[in-house]
């Protein structure tokens, strides 16, 4: 490798470098304050550089933040193919225990600010890593009205995902994940077959069963 080539290849890793660090500072960022409350400035520091740079590898705050809440996401594993909301939640909750924030793709839904195409793409990303699966799920047990169920459900664990860090609910903070999982998981076997009783009422029919539909077998 030439003297020019090594100075380009050193300096092509250094904007990697930077750029690597204003995503991984926009995340967190984002992720514990929103998007409003967050300044290029703050970033910057965060990141230890210039903010000015956020420009030439994102664009602007708007860009900047489309790609966080998508880097965001693809570390959000897809539901397994039979969904355990217990084991879930506490995966869930693990991972934003050990980086203090809900991340700015939960941030994005549950906020009314920021970028409106990056909540429509993080609801999509929960959609099809979350909700469908749970939605065949349900479909397959016979529960009645499958797509509002599930996202019922998850809107419920997106909200507890949001909720822990702040110590706003601190039994909810410091609560083992497992435990929080068993509880949202118990609460989906509780209202699943009450759904099926409504239902069945609405229509003047005698439900055929009276027992649980589980949205994830028994161990």
Do not use: W
């Not at 797509?147 to 998850?154: K, Y």
């Amino acid at each position: 490798m030439t003297a020019d080539a090594e100075r380009r290849h050193g300096r092509r890793r250094d904007a990697d470098a930077t750029r690597a660090a204003l995503l991984r500072a926009a995340r967190d960022l984002f992720g514990l304050h929103g998007y409003e409350a967050v300044t290029l400035r703050d970033i910057g520091e965060r990141a230890g550089a210039d903010a000015s740079l956020i420009a030439r590898y994102f664009g602007n705050k708007a860009a900047l933040y489309r790609s966080a809440v998508a880097e965001d996401g693809r570390e959000v594993p897809a539901a397994p193919p039979v969904f355990d909301l217990t084991a879930y939640t506490a995966q869930a909750l693990r991972r934003v225990d050990e980086r203090g924030t809900p991340g700015p793709l939960v941030q994005s839904l549950v906020s009314q600010g920021g970028a409106p195409e990056a909540r429509e793409a993080a609801a999509n990303d929960v959609r099809t890593r979350l909700i469908d699966p749970l939605v065949d799920h349900l479909t397959a047990e016979g529960v009645p009205d499958p797509d509002g169920t599930a996202e019922t459900l998850v809107a419920c664990l997106m909200g507890v995902i949001a909720m822990r860090p702040g110590g706003l609910f601190p039994a909810l903070t410091r609560a083992d994940p497992e435990t929080v999982g068993a509880l949202l998981h118990a609460a989906a076997r509780s209202a699943v077959p009450f759904l099926a009783r409504a239902a069945a009422e609405d229509v003047g029919e005698t439900p055929e069963t009276e027992g649980d539909i589980d949205v994830a077998p028994e161990s």
